[in-house]
């Protein structure tokens, strides 16, 4: 249990509308028999019922950057209780000009709370933009997915057909 006054503590801010609905069922899939509320905002739903929807609680909120700012700003989403903000695709958020949506968002939020950004890769740009927000930070690289581990040598045989294969096998 998150909390009992059902206040979003983590926002979880995403790129797309897309990825609003995937992060949002991953929350579902991962909380399901527990009592946290993970909703989905974004500017292809009402906002007025995305509103109503929070006021009823909601213990994460995932949202696209301008839909996040809109709530805050306007008041319907109240940014006191976050004590967690997540910026998945970090590098696509910054790309894609989202900066001074996520920024306004930075700026209501607590001083203290927790910060995590995801990125599959990571520019210059993001690299800045990251120390530029006085935050004490701890980046954490992951080997990709292809990457040789050291000490390992891979050796590719082209093979005639599947008999020929198995057999190499």
Do not use: H
């Not at 590719?156 to 020929?164: H, M, Q, R, V």
């Amino acid at each position: 249990q998150f909390s009992a006054q059902k206040r979003v503590q983590t926002i979880v801010i995403v790129p797309t509308i897309e990825l609003v609905e995937q992060v949002v069922l991953a929350f579902d899939q991962l909380s399901a028999g527990t009592d946290v509320k993970t909703i989905g905002v974004s500017g292809v739903g009402n906002i007025k019922s995305q509103a109503l929807e929070i006021r009823m609680g909601a213990d994460v909120l995932v949202g696209t950057p301008g839909r996040v700012k809109d709530l805050i700003l306007n008041g319907q989403l109240n940014p006191k209780s976050v004590k967690r903000l997540v910026l998945d695709e970090v590098d696509q958020l910054i790309r894609l000009g989202f900066r001074p949506d996520i920024v306004q968002c930075m700026d209501a939020l607590p001083i203290r709370r927790q910060d995590l950004y995801f990125s599959a890769t990571s520019t210059q740009e993001l690299q800045d933009w990251i120390s530029s927000n006085d935050r004490p930070f701890e980046q954490i690289v992951i080997q990709p997915s292809g990457a040789v581990a050291e000490g390992i040598s891979q050796r590719a045989y082209a093979t005639l057909n599947y008999y020929t294969k198995f057999n190499l096998l």
